[in-house]
């Protein structure tokens, strides 16, 4: 019990949430921050209604995912480090099943507001200056969808930073006192990623909701707290990068192996072609030889002369 104390590696299952909050990453930087900077450089939305669409709801849709599975990343953590003799068993399948059920709640939860939007407010999707992207004419919704979004996303917001913040500060309770309680030396690998990938959430979205709630009519505040919701999504890399010994030799090999690769295509490129390479051989080896052979009847001349 002391060893697993000591060290508390991070769980397979622990892994793959993390996993699937590096894909939800990776959806909403491909989805939603990358047409965001091109409509902000080009200053107007340029890649069709449809992708306009898509982004609103994939921003919801990541961003409720984002949420929940944060929230199980940290209770995750906490039980493994309330239980750890129980968790080790914890598989990479386990993972994936509650994950995949997680992305299923997220579905479930935006499935009518979803569903209304594309097929009664098609027509009401407008491009904003204000944030640099697509949304619906808020004045268009019913009144059901209006309570559905306000109690949903009240829900959602409330659960996720009081679940984040309370686990949190469980975890660093626990963590301290494990610490004090054995003598070996103590990973925080595990404990790290957790507090800075939490810590990444609530500078990303804290700001923007308590704006929202706050009903501030600025619209340069809204425009800044907007923006700092991409921090989360650009700030989990490094946050992988900085606590995760193999995520960093994971992109060392990849860095190295790509430069490797780079040199060896530009060493070919300047180097001689394997045809001449051969033909060089072989005429030096002739030009070798010439010399050894001359000498050798020079050598057998001298001694039939002699005799």
Not at 124 to 142: A, I, M, Q, S
Not at 166 to 195: D, P, T, Y
Not at 247 to 267: D, H
């Amino acid at each position: 019990s002391s060893g697993i104390n000591a060290e508390w590696p991070l769980r397979p299952g622990i892994v793959v949430v993390i996993q699937h909050l590096a894909v939800c990453n990776l959806i909403v930087a491909v989805l939603r921050l990358l047409p965001t900077t091109l409509a902000i450089a080009i200053d107007d939305w340029v890649i069709g209604e449809m992708l306009g669409h898509v982004q609103f709801h994939v921003s919801n849709y990541c961003f409720t995912a984002t949420s929940i599975l944060t929230i199980v990343m940290s209770v995750l953590k906490l039980i493994c480090l309330m239980q750890p003799l129980r968790t080790v068993s914890w598989s990479k399948t386990l993972g994936h099943r509650v994950c995949g059920s997680m992305w299923v709640l997220s579905l479930a939860i935006l499935a009518p507001g979803i569903f209304y939007n594309l097929l009664y407010s098609r027509q009401h999707l407008f491009f904003t200056y204000g944030f640099y992207t697509c949304v619906y004419k808020g004045d268009t919704f019913p009144r059901w969808l209006v309570k559905f979004y306000y109690f949903g996303y009240t829900t959602i917001i409330t659960t996720t930073f009081g679940a984040l913040f309370i686990s949190s500060l469980l975890i660093l309770v626990f963590a301290r006192r494990a610490a004090r309680r054995h003598r070996e030396g103590l990973r925080w690998e595990g404990v790290l990623i957790v507090i800075l990938t939490v810590a990444s959430f609530f500078v990303s979205y804290l700001p923007w909701f308590v704006a929202k709630s706050g009903r501030i009519n600025n619209m340069v505040v809204f425009r800044v707290t907007y923006f700092i919701t991409f921090v989360n999504t650009s700030a989990n890399f490094f946050v992988y990068a900085l606590s995760i010994t193999s995520f960093r030799n994971f992109l060392r090999m990849k860095v190295f192996s790509l430069g490797g690769r780079f040199f060896r295509e530009k060493y070919t490129e300047y180097s001689v072609p394997t045809s001449m390479s051969i033909s060089l051989a072989h005429s030096t080896t002739e030009r070798i030889r010439f010399p050894q052979n001359s000498l050798k009847k020079f050598r057998e001349s001298r001694v039939s002369q002699r005799s």
